[in-house]
């Protein structure tokens, strides 16, 4: 084996040597290449790309990974996330070779290039010129074909919003994500795309970033959790093996099946792989002894089930072992087909390029007739659409589709148009076009205005308006609306006990109740009652069907898009002084918070009034003297049911004190909290925002919130064990180990001790910093803030898709082992899945117990005897296992599914699928109203001064945390005329300072360079030193005050001086903007407050 690797080294030595050759002949003929015309592929469809554009089609090896032969000309360049900064640094520059794909379709992320290309290849083959900018996708049997040989992997596309060029796919089983790196690679998936890729060779994967710690890589915690991506692995195949046949590929217009897409991965770390990309290629030969873990050989006929499962746990064991061989690279890979369009495809916000077409507008109208090209005729007849959210591409739209009245402005020059949102989907992304075309659906109005961004937020995340249909309208019953006597035979009558709601004061969905009584000294009877909308809201109803659409209610703003039509939510609301069907949940605990006994039942309850939060925080804190209530007020809640308000405050009291135990045990157990206080707005009449204030939770929160989740733990533990194959639970996952990684390093470095090992111990390390930091509670803020980016998003899931894999269903955040929602069914469509799953298992109980005849919790007292409780098999306290899988209890189980319509694992998981959808675009739309709240009060008032800490800095950008807001921004100030930046690698120090004259900050600088007023908002040095001029102060309460109404400062915030020197966590005054609205995305945009001579003026 010696002498083919001499050779290979030589032939190397022979490729770099006119590699070097080739690029400074290269550099030589500059001048000359640029006074040439030059050939870019058209975005736009029709207009062919060029012969220059012909590799990129079905690319060969030497194309797509820079190899020739297999061996690499250049070497990988790191990874890091702060992208590269180019000061003073035009020499050097690696020109592509002629021949080689346009930039267009090449250009990949500064921050993660791919090998460059052997230069000294002239041209492509004959067979390899073609028309195509684009690599076809595989055909729907090639890509199942390969998914199921572990050739090929099924994952979620997912965009880097800070850069579109890097995306990543999380493949189950995993330890890291795979990087999709460049326009090529990523192959006209977009956001969201249920995707099938191929991963690039060992050698092709890029550097991670912080890559040069690796040496404290643990090998033991390596081991653990290759073992767990295998047994992950095997399980995720065995029960979704056939739901690849179901899925609907986009494939090629032509059918083309790329059989030559073959790749070979070199020995890296002792590892000697072959990975066989292409279809229809065996599995690779590999080293049995993988990083230390002996991988088993497999055994199954080819073609059958077993033996394709085995050939994914082997590819992925493979993998794992690649990976933690080589812990310092990220993955990559490259989108071979699109196995689910992502429903955002349907939701693209814009700005059409009004201003740009009329230009060439004008230029076509000049032109000779019959002169122009077919790119000038393309370019005339589509407009470019510029999508809000930087994740998706620039897009093309023909102006024939447009509105007449949006053709006929533009007909008259009107270049306004260009400052109106639009709502588009994409119709087609061609091999042959470097954009996706899109079609205008409508017209939303004015960028600048808030009631037209407030349109795009609903139309971008698919939220359905506030009416209902007739139709639907016509199934609710009427109000007002009276408990049916049949219901009150057969349900616990619990009218008689003190219950009361607990909400913000605007609230109307009231769906969730407390109560609480002495049973005996120290025994305490706690009660949640959560109103019964799956009895009105019946499967396989219009009602069912719409609440299932939305999913969720979602809130912006002043508006509020319902799950459920108002008027039901009347009927089902648990309103003072009405009767209400509810399920209930009743818990006897004693002093030291310890659950004694339980009961679940459907009951009938009537509350006698309706708190808000802030009333309940008066009684907490003891401000509020009830003997003194003037009940004329208006802020007075009314009391009914005969009850007094000593009734009622002793209630309170004893349900925060019972709240405060179990929250006690509750993080004791380990728990873990890391909530920051949130911003909040308030309106004027007209529903504007007019000012802000920190949302801190108080007691009377928690007190509802540890009754909320004590309801939530018991019913998931009821319906699990009764339906332990199709019960909707709610899991979060472990956090990102590489992020909390990341985390650790950060306090180990600055001085703080931190144990991950578990959620318990991170929230005992944060209490210690917590302490640590009482004088710095700021820092404290961004610790939580670093400690929360490792963190997973919850999410729905079907027990029956992780059966045998119970530690899946864990819940990390809450340490449990199981959690579900139950308590808000106005609101959230799995909560009425839940409570349908719930009365199935109570009525399985009841049908058992009367069969039997027989006590589940005492063999010794009569269960209706005993606290006035009863039980049964599922829903009592301690589970009879036995009972619960004998013959009867099976057959009891069953006939309540089926009466009560309880989903099956396939149908649940699909649901659950969609609740996560719609939940996370629901966040989406809630985080996006609250910085449109921001940016319309900052655009009132022109810019805020406020202090920041530095969260992260590099030579290009820095990350800035902003207490007085609760938010993170970036600052970019790299590419500034008369700006000098100096990066120190070795201490992470940034020096920033002006240069040169005055003249230099002008506006208007040639050039693609940026003024420094772009990073910093200077202001001259006189107006800092007299802050007692009248009319300064009056200018600081307009600009420089909070936007906290109320507030003031207690010392006028001054700008910082240059040169500026700053490293991790230095502080420094930011001012902050209102960006955007009628020329692009809403944002908010921080520059650095500075004070200089050279004023913007």
Not at 383 to 392: A, Q, W
Not at 1013 to 1040: H, K, R
Request: charged letters at 25%; hydrophobic letters at 35%; aromatic letters at 8%.
């Amino acid at each position: 084996m010696a002498e083919p690797v001499v050779a290979a080294n030589g032939l190397v030595e022979r490729l770099t040597t006119a590699a070097s050759e080739e690029m400074e002949k290269d550099r030589k003929k500059k001048r000359r290449n640029n006074r040439r015309p030059k050939h870019c592929p058209s975005p736009y469809p029709g207009a062919a790309c060029s012969s220059m554009d012909g590799v990129c089609g079905p690319a060969p090896e030497w194309v797509e990974n820079g190899n020739v032969g297999g061996l690499n000309v250049y070497p990988v360049k790191g990874f890091n996330s702060l992208p590269v900064m180019h000061i003073n640094s035009n020499s050097g520059i690696i020109r592509p070779p002629p021949g080689f794909p346009p930039p267009e379709v090449m250009k990949i992320s500064r921050s993660c290039p791919l090998p460059a290309p052997s230069p000294h290849i002239k041209s492509l083959p004959k067979k390899m010129e073609n028309k195509n900018c684009f690599s076809p996708y595989w055909s729907h049997d090639a890509v199942e074909d390969a998914i199921k040989k572990g050739q090929a992997f099924k994952a979620t596309f997912r965009v880097n919003a800070h850069n579109r060029l890097e995306a990543y796919c999380t493949i189950e089983g995993l330890p890291i994500d795979v990087l999709i790196n460049g326009a090529a690679a990523q192959n006209r998936a977009i956001e969201g795309d249920v995707v099938a890729l191929m991963l690039d060779p060992v050698a092709s994967w890029t550097r991670l970033k912080g890559s040069n710690l690796s040496g404290n890589y643990n090998s033991s915690y390596d081991s653990n959790k290759f073992s767990e991506s295998k047994e992950l692995a095997v399980h995720k195949f065995a029960i979704k093996e056939n739901s690849n046949a179901d899925c609907d590929f986009i494939t090629s217009s032509n059918g083309t099946f790329p059989l030559d897409r073959g790749c070979n991965c070199h020995g890296d770390n002792n590892i000697n792989l072959a990975v066989h990309c292409g279809p229809g290629a065996g599995v690779g030969h590999y080293d049995q002894r993988c990083n230390g873990h002996n991988i088993s050989s497999f055994d199954g006929a080819e073609g059958s089930p077993a033996f394709q499962q085995d050939e994914v746990v082997r590819a992925l064991e493979r993998i794992c072992a690649m990976a933690y061989s080589n812990p310092s690279k990220r993955p990559t890979g490259k989108i071979i087909g699109i196995i689910k369009k992502s429903a955002r495809r349907r939701a693209i916000i814009g700005f059409l390029g009004a201003k740009q077409w009329l230009c060439k507008e004008v230029a076509h109208e000049t032109q000779i007739h019959g002169q122009c090209s077919d790119n000038n005729r393309s370019s005339v007849e589509y407009m470019e659409l510029f999508p809000n959210d930087f994740k998706f591409p620039k897009m093309v739209v023909k102006v024939s589709s447009l509105p007449n009245f949006i053709v006929e402005r533009l007909k008259k020059g009107d270049a306004t148009v260009g400052k109106e949102l639009v709502a588009a989907q994409i119709d087609e992304w061609s091999e042959g076009s470097l954009s996706p075309q899109a079609q205008v659906l409508r017209i939303l109005g004015d960028g600048g205005e808030v009631e037209s961004q407030i349109a795009a937020i609903f139309f971008e995340n698919s939220i359905h308006p506030a009416t209902f249909s007739s139709e639907l309208l016509d199934c609710i019953p009427d109000d007002p609306w009276s408990v049916p006597s049949k219901e009150l035979q057969i349900r616990k009558d619990l009218r008689n006990i003190c219950t009361f709601t607990i909400d913000p004061s605007s609230a109307v969905d009231l769906d969730d109740a407390l109560s609480v009584e002495v049973v005996s000294n120290g025994i305490y009877r706690v009660g949640v009652h959560i109103a019964d909308v799956a009895y009105l809201v019946t499967p396989g109803t219009a009602l069912d069907a719409e609440a299932q659409l939305r999913s969720t209610s979602v809130y912006i703003l002043q508006h509020k898009s319902p799950m459920l039509p108002f008027k039901l939510s009347e009927v089902c609301s648990l309103n003072p002084g009405v009767d209400r069907l509810a399920l209930s949940i009743t818990w006897d605990i004693d002093h030291s918070g310890e659950i004694i006994d339980r009961w679940i039942g459907r009951s009938v309850i009537q509350s006698c009034c309706k708190l808000s939060y802030e009333f309940v925080q008066d009684i907490i804190d003891g401000s509020l003297d009830v003997d003194k209530l003037d009940m004329t007020e208006r802020s007075i809640p009314k009391l009914h049911g005969g009850l007094e308000w000593k009734d009622v405050v002793k209630s309170l009291r004893d349900l925060h004190e019972i709240s405060t135990k179990l929250r006690e045990i509750r993080f004791k157990d380990g728990a873990l909290s890391l909530e920051n206080a949130k911003l909040a707005f308030l309106f004027d009449e007209f529903g504007n925002p007019c000012g802000s204030y920190f949302n801190e939770r108080k007691d009377s929160y928690t007190l509802v919130e540890e009754f909320m989740l004590l309801a939530n733990i018991s019913v998931a533990e009821v319906i699990s064990r009764a339906f332990p194959d199709c019960a909707l639970l709610r899991r979060h996952p472990e956090p990102n180990s590489r992020k909390l990684k990341d985390f650790e390093a950060f306090c180990n470095k600055h001085g703080f001790e931190l144990e991950t090992s578990s959620s318990r111990h991170l929230h005992l390390s944060l209490l210690k910093m917590k302490e640590k930091l009482k004088d710095d509670p700021i820092l404290f803020e961004i610790l939580i803030n670093y400690a929360s980016k490792p963190m997973q998003p919850a999410m729905y899931f079907c027990t029956g898709d992780s059966k045998g894999l119970e530690y899946d269903w864990a819940h990390y955040a809450l340490s449990l082992p199981f959690y579900t929602h139950f308590t808000s069914p106005l609101r959230r469509y799995p909560d009425i899945i839940v409570q349908r799953t719930l009365c199935a298992a109570l009525e399985a109980d009841e049908s058992y117990f009367k069969e039997r005849r027989i006590l589940v919790h005492s063999n010794e007292v009569d269960s209706n005897e005993k606290s006035g409780l009863s039980y049964g098999c599922s829903a009592c306290l301690y589970f009879n296992k036995d009972a619960a899988e004998s013959i009867e209890g099976q057959e009891v189980l069953k006939t309540a599914a089926l009466k009560f319509k309880v989903p099956g694992t396939e149908v649940l998981g699909e649901i659950a699928t969609y609740c996560n959808e719609r939940k996370f675009a629901s966040k989406r739309a809630e985080d996006a109203s609250e910085k449109l709240c921001f940016w319309a009060l900052l655009k009132k008032k022109e810019f805020v001064v406020s202090e920041a800490r530095v969260l992260g800095l590099g030579p290009r950008f820095m990350s800035v945390y902003i207490p007085k807001f609760g938010m993170e921004r970036r600052i970019y100030y790299d590419d500034v005329e008369g700006l000098s930046v100096e990066w120190l690698e070795t201490t992470c120090t940034l020096v920033l300072d002006l240069l040169k004259i005055k003249s230099l900050l002008r506006k208007d600088s040639p050039g693609k360079l940026r003024c420094p007023v772009d990073v910093a908002m200077l202001i001259d040095p006189s107006e800092v030193f007299f802050p007692e001029d009248e009319n300064v102060n009056q200018e600081g309460q307009n600009g420089v005050s909070s936007l906290h109404p109320g507030s003031q400062e207690k010392d006028r915030i001054e700008p910082s001086f240059f040169p500026l020197t700053l490293q991790h966590l230095s502080s420094l005054p930011v001012a902050l903007h209102a960006v955007g609205g009628d020329d692009g995305p809403v944002d908010i945009g921080v520059r650095l407050y500075m004070c200089s001579y050279f004023s913007e003026s």
